[in-house]
């Protein structure tokens, strides 16, 4: 097991940059995601880590050891990088066994290590056949054993799942992580597949605008991203104008403890409440006035409005509801448990569950695109 480390990585292509300043730790035995749109610098990195584009400025280290900066450029055939591409790219013309061992030494291709990497990735005794013989499943299996047979320092994946089907791709996911985790091997996934980099990493590291904008662990990231651009890019978010005052975010949802520890200091706030924090009730509540719309028996706050839209997706539903009190407004997205039947124009009334999150200022501007805040900036 062997750490990665990347400072201060900076890439352009003629006067385009893309990485401009990446920091970057990947522990030893960790399988770390690089997460963020098309476009945003993802495979650049990573084929810089593995030696195939040489960086302008910055350090990569291996375990320890310099593979690039500092007056050094280790090739990538020296730098012990197991390699995942797209499309597994495998050799038409060699068995599945052949293949594996590919990057072994002539006297150990046909020896145990294939058999055991093929056993490891539920290959076994499928050695003798070729790729067209497999499934799109199965020869991703192999490209990862191949990836493995020479016991790499890093692993690299590079959207590795893209081109399976989704059933297939949460399988394979799964595979890769139990192989993973019994060899500790360290990896580095790069996807735009943010259920994908949730499920399936230790760390997750966002990339956007060509630095890292945050890396957390997947259960940190979603319930505390730094800022809310991230708040958008990671899942769904209500991002609503609220009033901070004394711990508690005075929202059209109703007035909200806030997470502890914030930048926010009293006034003008922006509060992100995730859509399976909000509870919705096909019928109204009998409850006192409230001036956000009315109350529950119990005090707590609730707001009337009615569906626009209804998502149904077996395991749960994602409802889309305005607000009576503010017709032209921002919607509210709602994450709840599949099976009720509510088409647009259901009234509804809506209640909010804290704690929350809060950032200064309030924003009622339509959501920023990440991608955009990712493109490099025009050349002057």
């Known amino acids: 097991m062997r750490q990665l480390a990347v400072t201060g990585l900076w890439k352009a292509f003629g006067a385009h940059p893309v990485l401009t300043g990446v920091d970057l730790d990947v522990p030893a035995g960790s399988l770390t995601a690089i997460l963020g749109p098309s476009g945003s ?22 375990g320890g050891d310099v593979v690039d900066g500092r007056g050094v450029h280790l090739a990538p055939e020296r730098r012990r990088i197991g390699y995942v591409p797209q499309e597994g790219s495998l050799f038409p013309h060699l068995t599945v066994e052949a293949n594996v061992g590919f990057g072994l030494p ?77 060899a500790g091997t360290t990896a580095v996934l790069v996807t735009h597949d943010q259920d994908e980099a949730l499920s399936t990493a230790d760390r997750v590291a966002v990339l956007r605008g060509g630095k890292i904008a945050q890396c957390a662990a997947p259960q940190d990231l979603y319930a505390r991203p730094a800022d809310a651009d991230l708040a958008r890019f990671i899942g769904d978010a209500n991002l609503l104008d609220g009033i901070l005052r004394a711990g508690m975010a005075e929202t059209i949802l109703g007035s909200l403890p806030v997470e502890p520890g914030g930048t926010a200091a009293p006034g003008p706030v ?33 707001l009337a409005g009615r569906v626009v839209s209804y998502g149904y997706h077996g395991h749960d539903a994602v409802v889309h509801v ?23 124009g259901s009234p509804v009334t809506l209640r909010a569950r804290g704690p929350v999150l809060a950032w200064p200022g309030i924003s009622r501007s339509a959501p920023a695109s990440l991608a955009a805040a990712a493109a490099p900036p025009e050349a002057t």
């Open 106 to 182: 002539a006297r150990e291709r046909r020896g145990r290590r294939t058999a055991e990497l093929l056993e490891a990735v539920g290959l076994g005794g499928l050695g003798k056949r070729y790729p067209h013989q497999l499934s799109g499943g199965q020869q991703q299996r192999v490209a990862l054993a191949r990836a493995l047979a020479i016991e790499p320092a890093v692993v690299l994946l590079d959207e590795p799942f893209a081109s399976l089907d989704a059933h297939l791709r949460a399988s394979v996911r799964a595979d890769v992580q139990e192989v993973f985790r019994k």
């Open 270 to 302: 922006t509060v992100l409440i995730r859509p399976e924090q909000v509870e919705l009730s096909a019928a109204g509540p009998a409850g006192t006035a409230y001036p956000g719309g009315t109350a529950y028996p119990d005090g707590t706050a609730c």
């Open 41 to 62: 610098g993802k495979t650049t990195l990573l084929r810089v880590l593995a030696g195939f584009e040489r960086p302008d400025a910055g350090i990569v280290m291996i």
């Open 322 to 344: 305005q607000p009576d009190q503010d017709p032209g407004g921002q919607m509210i997205i709602v994450r709840t448990v599949g099976g009720h039947d509510l088409p647009p």
